[in-house]
């Protein structure tokens, strides 16, 4: 079946680390990916997407790139801030309906001063 | 673009009570839109499909007489809490998505239910 795993949390970094959060997806179809963020007591932003293998989304200096041979869309960032510190959701679609969303359980990312 | 509302953003009430969420989109409209609970520190669940003009899809385990939908108009589903009890505490959130291949999913701020 359908399905995303995600890297489990929490993650607790310092200001300027850089960020991975690991997501491997298995899919029947053909899926697109997305990143969604949580901040607390919020619902959920799209912080990036990717439609098609070897695309990369990027957004507020995030970036995950869509790797077709690791069935892979790992998050990265440079250098995270203390406002990054969120619960971050990996998520797949199979077009071409995309009606059924799956995510990840979300990864608690802090990222301290 | 693409913004969905949710009403309201925190709802306390006594046992017994029935609660009405909406979600609206604000700026497009949306034939199909999703209900999820998310329980403290967990990922989503999807509780139900609302589709425009006909019944819900529930999922699996999904009470349809205990949670009532409505999705009435292009731009508004409701989702009906009847009788909570306590154990219905959660964190309610709404999405719609864009029709089209690749589309992403567009959510509501989510909405707080305490049963006391």
């Known amino acids: 079946g359908d399905s995303v795993t995600q890297m489990e949390g929490p993650v607790t970094l310092s200001e300027e680390a850089f960020l991975t959060i690991n997501c491997t997806y298995t899919?029947?179809?053909?899926?697109?990916l997305f990143w969604y963020v949580q901040y607390p007591g919020e619902g959920l932003q799209l912080l990036l997407k990717?439609?098609?293998?070897?695309d990369k989304g990027s957004n507020k200096g995030f970036e995950a790139t869509y790797r077709k041979e690791t069935t892979s869309f790992h998050l990265e960032k440079g250098s995270v801030q203390v406002s990054d510190s969120a619960v971050y959701f990996c998520a797949l679609t199979i077009r071409p309906t995309g009606n059924q969303f799956y995510f990840g359980t979300g990864t608690s990312l802090t990222v301290i001063p | 673009g693409a913004v969905v509302s949710q009403h309201p953003s925190w709802v306390i009430c006594k046992s017994g009570t029935s609660v009405k969420i909406e979600c609206r989109s604000l700026d497009f409209q949306a034939t199909t839109m999703f209900w999820y609970r998310q329980f403290p520190k967990q990922s989503l669940m999807l509780m139900a499909t609302s589709n425009e003009g006909s019944k819900a899809t529930y999922e699996q385990g999904v009470e349809k007489d205990k949670f009532l939908i409505n999705h009435a108009s292009l731009t508004l589903s409701t989702l009906t809490v009847t009788s909570a009890h306590p154990e219905d505490s959660s964190f309610y959130i709404c999405s719609a998505r864009l029709a089209g291949a690749g589309q992403p999913q567009h959510f509501g701020d989510g909405t707080r239910l305490s049963i006391l």
């Open positions: 990717a439609t098609k293998a070897d």
């Open positions: 899919a029947t179809g053909y899926p697109s």
